[in-house]
Structures are given as C-alpha cells and as structure tokens.
C-alpha cells in the first residue's frame, strides 16, 4: 500500500479523490484520529470530491438512480464525512461499520 504522505494533494475542492483504503486495511490508531476529527458532509458535497463513477465502482451494488433502485444517496444506513486521514485530506464512506478513505 502506498504512504498517504507521498501522495500530493490535488485542488480538494475538484472530484479527484480515489479510493485509498478501508479500516480493515490500515490501522485502529490512523482510523481513531480520523473519525475523531472528522465532520459529516452531504451526498451533495460528497460528489464535489469522488465521482459517481468511481463511487459506484467501489459500491456495484447501488443503482445510479432511484429509478433504477436503491442508490448510496438514499441508503439510510450509508454517512459521508471529511476528515484527515495520516496528515492527508480525505473523504470516507461509513458503510456496514466500515470506513471506505478516498484522497487524492
């Protein structure tokens, strides 16, 4: 797995941000200090960062609209935040008690 701190930050504000890794792949110390400062975001605000595309790579399960079935948006059980994960800025899914870490 690459190092979070070799990884320059591209414009935060562009839809950019890949997935990086998840909780059950780093550490319990990395994933407190992340949850511990971090702030929850809309879905809205959640796209200024990772695209549908890529979101719906990582979660195939959701549909792309309502129409089509349940999408991630509207999953009652899936929250957005920003934080900091090992001194980088990132975005993560809090999906099924797993935190899924996006950066750029």
Known sequence: MR????????NY?????????NC?????????????NSQE?????????VT???????????A???KQGLTIKNDYA???YKSIYKDCRCVYVYHSAIEYIFLS
């Open 3 to 10: 190092n979070c701190k070799d990884i320059k930050m591209r």
């Open 24 to 36: 059950t792949q780093s550490t319990a110390e990395a994933i407190n200090n992340m949850v511990d």
């Open 64 to 66: 792309k609209t309502s």
């Open 41 to 49: 975001i809309s879905y809205k605000t959640f796209l200024k960062y």
């Open 52 to 62: 549908l595309e890529h979101i719906l790579e990582i979660f195939p399960q959701y």
């Open 78 to 80: 899936v929250s957005f």
């Open 13 to 21: 504000q562009k839809p950019n941000m890949i997935y990086y890794t």
